[in-house]
Each structure stands twice: as structure tokens, then as C-alpha cells.
T-cell receptor
Framework: DAKTTQPPSMDCAEGRAANLPCNHSTISGNEYVYWYRQIHSQGPQYIIHGLKNNETNEMASLIITEDRKSSTLILPHATLRDTAVYYCIVSTGGSNYKLTFGKGTLLTVNP | GAVVSQHPSWVICKSGTSVKIECRSL??????MFWYRQFPKQSLMLMATSNEGSKATYEQGVEKDKFLINHASLTLSTLTVTSAHPEDSSFYIC???????????????FGQGTRLTVV
């Protein structure tokens, strides 16, 4: 079973920041937080991951709370092409890596 | 990022026949690959973990004799759906793990998926 909780859907205006929350209150010390997204009828796309520090790359920023029980994925300037299902997943790395997908959040970016 | 290629993108087969799906990591070596299945309007369900040079590990409820997995090289894993039936029609997706072992900072990259329709 997925160990994360996400809202089923969110809306965002084009050009605005999209903030997608994720609750992972049972995360263990060696588990990373991963974010993927899936555009309709395609394979999931890796976005970002982190352990406890905030992370930023060319796609997004990941903010992890100090207690690591929740995180937020931030798309700074959402475009229509960012409309997708976003999955927040926790997993250990290395040889025990295993991604179990929940239902994710359907983000709809509106013009 | 990294590139994972899946082939074919879609396939239609007759009931009772077998279908092979290939998953290749194009620019990195992957000792571990994963196979998922996704039904319409549902999330991805992990079917099995494929390790290079050893037997795959199947998730509970997945028939290993029906879904044959071979991971013969560091860049190729194959999934064969044997004696396919209409209920096997689904979107099959593979992913390849970049980074392993003591390196805990790993990430998986996904193929584009294969749409299987059994008629």
C-alpha cells in the first residue's frame, strides 16, 4: 500500500505557482521522498527527490518539513503542459528501492 | 535525466498468443528494472522486480508463469505475456533503476509504456 496521502485533484492558473502537498507521516529515517508525474497515456516522468533537505532542479522545488512528515512540490510557473497526475512516493534507496504508486493528484492547469 | 525505451508502443494480439515487450536503458546500466501494469483510470501497479542475472521477484497475485520476465543484460529486460486473454489488455510500463547498492541516492526512469490489446 502507498504510504502517502495526496489530494485527488487541484487546479492552478497558467503562469502561477502550483503547490502540491503530500503527507507521509509514517516515513522512516532512510526513506526518500520522490515525485513523479504522468501525462495521459505516457510513462511516468521523474521530477525530483529528496531526503530531508529542500531540493531544487530545473523542473521544480521540493520542500520537506523538518519532521519529514509532509512535503510540497512546487512548480514555480505552471504551464498547460504541466497538466498531469502527480505522484508522491516514499522509498528507501539502493538495493531496497521500490516505488509503490498511490492515486496521486490530478493537477489541471487552466488558461 | 536518463532514457528508457520500451518497445513496442502498442500491440494488438489474438487471444491465446504470447506477446513480448522490451525495456532498454539507453544511456546507463540498470541492474534492476521494474514492470508495472496500469488499467484505465487507475494507478500503476507493480508486477515484478527484475534483477540482471537472477530470477525476477513477483508481487503477490501476479502469476510468474503467465508473465515471464528475463533480464539477461544490464540494459535489457523483457516481459512476455503468455497465452494472453482479453483481461490482460492493459498499459504495461517498465522502469530502470539508476544507481544501486550502497548508493542510497537512487532514482528510476520509466519507459513510455506499451498498450496491449488482446482480441
Amino acid at each position: 500500500d502507498a504510504k502517502t496521502t495526496q489530494p485527488p485533484s487541484m487546479d492552478c492558473a497558467e503562469g502561477r505557482a502550483a503547490n502540491l502537498p503530500c503527507n507521509h507521516s509514517t516515513i522512516s529515517g532512510n526513506e526518500y521522498v520522490y515525485w513523479y508525474r504522468q501525462i495521459h497515456s505516457q510513462g511516468p516522468q521523474y521530477i525530483i527527490h529528496g531526503l530531508k533537505n529542500n531540493e531544487t532542479n530545473e523542473m521544480a522545488s521540493l520542500i520537506i518539513t523538518e519532521d519529514r512528515k509532509s512535503s510540497t512540490l512546487i512548480l514555480p510557473h505552471a504551464t498547460l503542459r504541466d497538466t498531469a497526475v502527480y505522484y508522491c512516493i516514499v522509498s528507501t534507496g539502493g538495493s531496497n528501492y521500490k516505488l509503490t504508486f498511490g492515486k496521486g493528484t490530478l493537477l489541471t492547469v487552466n488558461p | 535525466g536518463a532514457v528508457v525505451s520500451q518497445h513496442p508502443s502498442w500491440v494488438i494480439c489474438k487471444s491465446g498468443t504470447s506477446v513480448k515487450i522490451e525495456c532498454r536503458s539507453l544511456d546507463f546500466q540498470a541492474t534492476t528494472m521494474f514492470w508495472y501494469r496500469q488499467f484505465p483510470k487507475q494507478s500503476l501497479m507493480l508486477m515484478a522486480t527484475s534483477n540482471e542475472g537472477s530470477k525476477a521477484t513477483y508481487e503477490q497475485g501476479v502469476e510468474k508463469d503467465k508473465f515471464l520476465i528475463n533480464h539477461a543484460s544490464l540494459t535489457l529486460s523483457t516481459l512476455t505475456v503468455t497465452s494472453a486473454h482479453p483481461e490482460d489488455s492493459s498499459f504495461y510500463i517498465c522502469s530502470a533503476l539508476k544507481g544501486r547498492g550502497k548508493n542510497m541516492n537512487t532514482e528510476a526512469f520509466f519507459g513510455q509504456g506499451t498498450r496491449l490489446t488482446v482480441v
